[in-house]
């Protein structure tokens, strides 16, 4: 899957290293994540343990939206086919496969687009459609908050001015979904609300740190922890008040001051009718990384699946602990292998006009690369599990302590590459990008360290 020109550099190193990788995408294959965990014997539907009779119901709708759907709508489709009605999912451009009875709607992501909000009008018409002797199977993966969306009175060009403003900032994407949700008629229950009595199963491959199921895809069909002070909140923790239009200012005014009603809470009989699982985390993908380096013969560590915050803060970190093992083989011996999981972010800060182009997992080799400069037999990967990181054709980045100085033979600057947020060109010319090309899942990132032997 991975593209071999990253060999190039340390090739018996990288090779291995990607191997890790790719034991980690594939223990969250959406295919075999929704075969675990749905399956059907007869009138006998199963879904996570719980039963269900299939005669019981008229109708079986499929709706849902992420960067998995099609995936996720194929294993579907081969295990209840004969049963289906229909349905709509929407996958971000690029990720369409065919399918025989769900039909797939392509829209942009991370900044919603018109065929987002087409394709949320039609999918809220077919919930609020179904009834009391209807079932419906919502799938949910990466990028389901921005590829399904409903909103309540906002326009597109609100919705991506406010969307950009979010991720240019440095929110969370806990933060970020807080307030999708309180522009949106569908996320945050309100997918559950429009369903309801109809019977609700939700299958999730998560793509949030910890998978708190009321922040995956802004949590359509599960209780809304937060409310309009917290989104309130958020304007000002980020100074968002003269950044974000003004219609979504109103609505959330509107809304603290009681005048609109907040998403369904814990105790809503909208979800009565509900369950909801979570077939495939980044839990499960380091947890299979781990054990293919140790296949490997490297002293392993999973670290945490909960790693966050500013991408080269998060990769000085990595580099300090990877000379701890050197020093002293604590917390674990050479040859070693580190493995990290979460999601860090890129703050955007003024580069005096010259800001170019990369991702989070690019900008945390580039700075990782910069504080392991010259330190032999280390290499370090971070990748995008859904093959895309940042506005580039690049999963990530593979680098090692000679990174740096292929730059300078280049006469590149990775401190400059660092400062502008342009770490794509630098790693292209010097050898260090990962691509993979669109892997149908998302389960945040990984970060792999190998460290070898003295």
């Known amino acids: 899957m991975f593209d071999a020109a990253v060999l190039a550099n340390a090739p018996e190193t990288r090779s291995r290293i990607l191997s890790i990788l790719q034991a980690a995408l594939d223990a969250v294959r959406p ?20 039963a269900y009779t299939l005669a019981d119901y008229e109708r079986l709708i499929v709706l849902g939206a992420g960067k998995a759907g099609a995936p996720m709508v194929q294993a579907v489709e081969q295990i209840l086919g004969d049963r289906l009605h229909g349905g709509l999912v929407v996958v971000k451009a690029g990720h369409g496969s065919p399918t025989d009875c769900v039909e797939l709607v392509e829209a942009g992501h991370p900044v919603p ?48 001015q406010m969307t950009a403003a979010l991720l240019a900032c440095g929110a969370t994407i806990g933060e970020i979904n807080c307030l999708r949700k309180h522009m ?15 019977q609700v199963i939700t299958l999730v491959l998560s793509d949030v740190v910890g998978s708190p199921l009321d922040v995956i895809a802004s949590g359509p069909t599960v209780p809304d922890s937060t409310t309009w002070a917290d989104a309130w909140s958020i304007v000002e923790k980020y100074g968002l008040g003269e950044q974000l239009p003004v219609s979504v200012l109103a609505r959330l005014q509107s809304g603290v001051a009681g005048e609109l009603p907040d998403t369904p809470k814990p105790g809503d009989c909208s979800f009565a009718h509900s369950q ?34 500013e991408a080269r803060v998060v990769a000085e970190v990595v580099a300090g602990v990877v000379k701890e093992v050197l020093a002293s083989g604590q917390p674990v011996a050479a040859p070693a292998c580190l493995i990290l999981g979460g999601e860090t972010t890129v703050t955007l ?8 182009l990369g991702g989070r997992n690019q900008e945390l080799g580039v700075a990782a690369a910069l504080a392991l ?34 730059g300078k033979a280049l006469a590149l600057s990775a401190q400059g590459a ?7 060109p630098f790693l292209r010319l010097t050898g260090d990008l990962i691509y993979c090309g669109p892997t149908q899942t998302n389960v945040n990132d990984l970060i792999v360290a190998l460290i070898e032997a003295n």
Do not use: C, W
């Open 418 to 424: 660092l400062r502008r947020h342009d770490a794509y």
């Open 113 to 160: 687009t018109q065929a987002a909000l087409d394709a949320g009008a039609r999918v809220l018409e077919l919930a609020l459609g179904a009834g009391a002797q209807d079932l419906v199977l919502v799938l949910l993966s990466g990028g389901g908050s921005a590829l399904l969306e409903a909103t309540a009175g906002i326009s597109l060009a609100d919705l991506q």
């Open 373 to 406: 400069q010259g330190v032999a037999g280390v290499t370090v990967a971070a990748l995008a599990t859904d093959g895309s990181d940042g506005p580039t054709d690049s999963a990530g980045a593979l680098v090692d302590g000679e990174t740096v100085a292929r």
């Open 184 to 198: 949106s008629l569908l996320k945050g229950g309100q997918l559950a609300r429009a369903a309801y009595p109809a």
């Open 31 to 50: 295919e075999a994540a929704v075969r675990a965990q749905l399956q059907r014997t007869g009138s006998l539907l199963t879904a996570a343990g719980r």
């Open 349 to 356: 800060v003024d580069a005096g006009g010259d800001s170019g």
């Open 276 to 309: 909801i699982a979570v077939i495939g985390d980044n839990r499960m993908a380091a947890q299979a990384a781990l054990r293919q380096a140790q296949a490997l013969g490297y002293n392993s560590l999973l670290l945490s699946t909960f790693i966050q915050g």
